[in-house]
Each structure stands twice: as structure tokens, then as C-alpha cells.
């Protein structure tokens, strides 16, 4: 095994751990969901209208996107709180592969993200949803989600090794609540004015939203929209790469800088 796979898998390890240890901040990150299906789904639910679909059907993917989203939050908190308690420090002492701590937290954090959908699908049954494309295509779409959750947490992780503090990190963390609001996660960006259309239909989670809602069977891509909802998965993938591409080395780079 190598270096970086076994070193990851041990910090895998302690994530889960830490996890487990902290039981308040899981129910808590995974009840919002299934509070904001239930508000949303019910008391906003009459007053909108989706061509196509019952709105708790539009709102359930919206919402796993949402979620997903939330790994910048988790990923900053979670990275700054262990640079300012010194842990990140004493990790640093350790002949381990320097991305194998970002690393083994984004996995974990993935795992957890995977484990806590299962209570919010069962919910969404529970008020209408179904999966009404193919299994393969639902499969594609779940993988897809957790990519995203992956990508969004590492840019959490380096914000977070940024910032170094973790009162900076909540609230700025708390910013990231934002990024769903303007985007098709809880409505669609066809009666939006023309700016903050064109703004909200290139958020990324505008675009993943849209993959899934389509690979689910539950709405198509709308006609007219820009690139990223029109060509959903497509864009999707695209976005999961760029974020990759840009925050995982600045998440290893900004952890190996400490050593300096």
C-alpha cells in the first residue's frame, strides 16, 4: 500500500471517530434537511408552480444539492478547528504524507454526507418522492452528488487551514448558506430576472441540481438556460473538476506551509 493510501486510511479513521464523538453536530446538519423538506414542501409548496412536477419532487434533489453544498461549511470548520486547537501542528511532527490529512477528512467526510442521505430519502418517500428514471441513472446521479460533496469540501479545507480560526470559520462558514439561494435548488431560475438568472443558472449547484432532478426522472433540463443547466451533467462534471483541480493542491499546499 502506498504511503499516501495508508496514511490516508489512518486519518480516515480518526475523522469517523471524530464523528462518532460528536454526535450533536450530526443530527444537527442532517435534521436541517428533513426540516427545510418538510417547510418548503408544505407551506411554500402551494404557492409555486413547476411545469412538470409536484414541487416536493423538484425540491427533494434541490435539497441533496444543497446539502452537498454545505461541505464548504463542514470542511472549513472542521480544518480550522484543528489548526487553532494546534492538532493540525502535531500532525505536521508526523513522518505522514502531507495530503493524507485533507485527504482522509474530505473521504470521511463523504461516508458521513453518503450515511446521513439515507434518513432524508426516506423522508422524501415518506411526502411524494419517487425515482422515476432507471436505477443506473439514479446510481449516476447519487455518484455524482457525493463528487460534488467531495469538490466542496476541499475548498472548505483550504479556506479553513486559511483562515486558521474557528469563530472566522462559522461565520464565514454561515455565508455558504447563500450559494443555494441563488441557484434552482428551491425554485426555478425561469421567472428570475435576466441578471440574477444568468448568475444563478452558472452557480454549480444550479447545474447539479438540474444532473439530478434529470438522471431521477423528475424534471428535464430547462430549454434556454445557459450551458451548465442545459447540458446538466456535462456541466456538473465540469464544475466537480475545476473546484478539484483548483482547491485540492492549494488545501495541500496551504497544510505543508505550516512546516515553514
Known amino acids: 500500500m502506498s504511503t499516501l493510501a495508508y496514511d490516508g486510511t489512518a486519518m480516515l479513521g480518526r475523522q469517523l471517530r471524530r464523528t462518532r ?19 418548503f414542501g408544505y407551506v411554500f409548496g402551494s404557492a409555486l408552480a413547476v411545469p412538470g412536477s409536484e414541487y416536493r419532487s423538484f425540491l427533494v434533489p434541490g435539497l441533496l444539492v444543497a446539502t452537498a453544498a454545505g ?19 502535531r500532525f505536521r511532527t508526523l513522518p505522514v504524507s502531507r495530503a493524507a490529512v485533507p485527504a482522509g477528512q474530505a473521504v470521511a467526510d463523504v461516508l458521513v454526507t453518503a450515511a446521513g442521505a439515507v434518513p432524508f430519502l426516506l423522508v422524501g418517500l415518506a411526502v ?50 447563500l450559494l443555494p439561494l ?22 454549480p449547484v ?14 428535464p433540463a430547462p430549454e434556454g438556460a445557459a450551458w451548465p443547466m442545459a447540458h446538466p451533467v456535462a456541466g456538473s462534471l ?7 483541480a483548483v482547491f485540492v493542491p492549494l488545501a495541500v499546499r496551504q497544510y505543508a506551509r505550516g512546516e515553514r
Open 21 to 39: 464523538n460528536s454526535p450533536g453536530l450530526l443530527i444537527l446538519t442532517q435534521s436541517m434537511p428533513v426540516s427545510m423538506l418538510l417547510f
Open 71 to 89: 461541505g464548504v461549511m463542514t470542511g472549513m470548520f472542521q480544518s480550522a478547528q484543528d489548526a487553532h486547537r494546534g492538532v493540525t501542528d
Open 128 to 177: 411524494g418522492w419517487r425515482v422515476e428514471g432507471g436505477a443506473l441513472a439514479a446510481a449516476g446521479g447519487f455518484g455524482l452528488l457525493l463528487l460534488f460533496r467531495f469538490a466542496c469540501v476541499w475548498a472548505g479545507i483550504y479556506l479553513g487551514l486559511l483562515t486558521r480560526n474557528e469563530e472566522a470559520a462559522g461565520q464565514l462558514g454561515g455565508a455558504t448558506f
Open 182 to 203: 441563488l441557484s434552482s435548488a428551491y425554485i426555478p431560475t425561469t421567472g428570475l430576472p435576466d441578471g440574477v438568472r444568468t448568475a444563478a443558472e452558472w452557480n
Open 206 to 219: 444550479s447545474a447539479v441540481a438540474t444532473a439530478l432532478r434529470d438522471l431521477f426522472g423528475n424534471a
Open 238 to 244: 465540469a464544475w466537480c473538476a475545476v473546484l478539484l
